[in-house]
């Protein structure tokens, strides 16, 4: 079972920025930040793909930069330039090599004041 842990979430003003930590108790292959606003489904942000590729949300693209640091099984999401409707419940979400199984973090609230 691999725990993935997020933290860094807060209250911001429009056009500032946060960065968002998720730690993995285990080795991740494939990482990804997802956000769910308030009364909306939950959406992709971004995700990584094979080849260091990340594929971003149109609407964080330019904005939003994910990295990782494999020998922390740390990945962290750079929110820069937010708004509003950025505002939502962030979640990692973890892939290990060699399995279907998925895992998500607790989820971490970044509000965006106008």
């Known amino acids: 079972q691999v725990q993935l842990v997020e933290s860094g979430g807060g209250l911001v003003q429009a056009g500032e920025s946060l960065r968002l930590s998720c730690t993995s108790s285990?080795?991740?292959?494939?990482w990804g930040w997802y956000r769910q606003a308030p009364g909306k489904q939950r959406e992709l942000v971004a995700i990584?793909?094979?080849?260091?590729?990340?594929t971003y949300a149109d609407s964080v693209k330019g904005r939003f930069t994910v990295s990782r640091e494999d020998a922390k099984n740390e990945v962290y999401l750079q929110m820069n330039t937010l708004k509003p409707e950025d505002t939502a419940v962030y979640f990692c979400?973890?892939?290990?090599?060699?399995?279907?199984?998925?895992?998500w973090g607790q989820g971490t609230l970044v509000t965006v004041s106008s």
């Open positions: 979400y973890g892939r290990p090599l060699f399995t279907t199984r998925e895992f």
């Open positions: 285990g080795r991740i292959f494939t």
């Open positions: 990584t793909g094979s080849g260091g590729s990340i």
